[in-house]
């Protein structure tokens, strides 16, 4: 804990509901800021080892971003399931049907991270039996 006591002890659960607040943003933000700037090359990334990151998070209302536009290259494609959802079936595939991923989260493993590296082209992210929500990528040549 934080070592933050008073005398009504409310203290501890204060600072805990801040921080359950403030790490997923400042994470978010992170995330989000090193997708939006200028990067090395892919190639100069890869023998860095270091890539940049998409962070997708999936609501009870959809994906938030619903659209991503990268240029082509490796990057770390992160999936927070926040539906709230016993199960989600969550599928990568080209806009032409072809499937390129399926992953299942639950409510104890609700996140998912890979490093992927698309083909330019026009891809989509779907929950199953929900194809009406979806998050559509786009990698540019």
Known sequence: MLGITTRSGRAPIVAAGVLAIAVPLVTY??????????????????????????????TSYGFEPSRITRPKGPFILLVDDRSGRENSSLRLQRVNGERLRDVNTNRTKSEWNGVIDLPPGDYVLTIAGSPESQCQIRIQP
């Open 29 to 58: 933000a992170t995330f989000r800021s090193a997708s939006t700037r200028n990067s090395a090359s892919p190639s100069e990334s890869q023998r860095s080892g270091t890539f940049e990151a998409e962070l997708i998070t999936v």
